[in-house]
């Protein structure tokens, strides 16, 4: 039987590996975006899109980034 201090130890390593697998997905969506941008001009801004949709920036941070502010 694990104590308290191990499953409090099992819980980080859980929380630390979804959070890795969605910035994995995060980061390959940006890689998709670029491999398929026809405008070098709007990467900031489709990358403040998936960052904002991912939760990982504000919208106000990806209006200013987008030149909506």
């Known amino acids: 039987m694990i104590n308290e201090k191990e499953r409090k130890s099992f819980d980080e390593i859980e929380k ?5 697998k969605k910035m994995n ?11 398929n941008l026809n ?9 403040a899109y ?10 106000a941070v990806r209006d200013i980034v ?3 502010a």
Do not use: Y
């Open 39 to 47: 405008n070098p001009a709007d990467f900031g801004v489709n990358v």
């Open 16 to 20: 630390n590996l979804i959070t890795a």
């Open 66 to 68: 987008a030149g909506i």
């Open 25 to 35: 997905g995060t980061l390959q969506d940006i890689i998709d975006m670029a491999n």
């Open 50 to 59: 998936i960052l904002e949709r991912d939760g990982l920036i504000d919208k």
